[in-house]
């Protein structure tokens, strides 16, 4: 994620039965992801740290799937089984938001740029700092 002054955006799936809240700054780096999991979905990230994610409605209504490692907890709305966010394998200190799912992109610059998660191994280095604290210098 590009730093710099955030402010909280809601969002949830489709039903409504699960909200939370991401703290964005105006221009937002995000990721299409090519992966089995992402390319199905059309999941696109914006990865943020733990401290700039909560979730604000339904955790009762939520289920969770993973494979592979089991590192990545994909969670799920039980009732219209939108993925709205997820603690993803390259980022388990924070949440991948699907920006599909915030409630609008208004004012937001979403930087959409390719992932290569087809070889993730490769690749998943490249999105460990997005959800560190941005330190001020």
């Known amino acids: ?4 002054a955030t402010s909280w955006r809601s969002g949830g799936c489709h039903c409504g039965a699960v909200r939370f809240e991401a703290a964005l700054p105006a221009v937002v780096e995000a990721q299409s992801c090519n992966c089995s999991m992402c390319q199905k979905v059309g999941f696109i990230h914006i ?12 955790a ?5 799937y993973s494979f592979n490692t089991g590192v990545a907890q994909h969670t799920f709305c039980k009732v219209c089984g939108v993925k709205a966010f997820y603690r993803p394998r390259s980022n388990p200190d924070g949440w991948s938001v699907n920006a599909r799912c915030l409630d609008t992109t208004d004012g937001l610059d979403l930087r959409i740029e390719p992932f290569d998660g ?9 999105l460990a700092h997005l959800s560190k604290e941005a330190v001020d210098g």
């Open 1 to 4: 994620m590009i730093q710099g």
């Open 47 to 58: 990865i943020v740290p733990e401290s700039r994610f909560r979730l604000t409605a339904g």
């Open 60 to 64: 009762e209504a939520i289920t969770t």
């Open 118 to 126: 087809q070889n993730w191994e490769a690749h998943a280095a490249d």
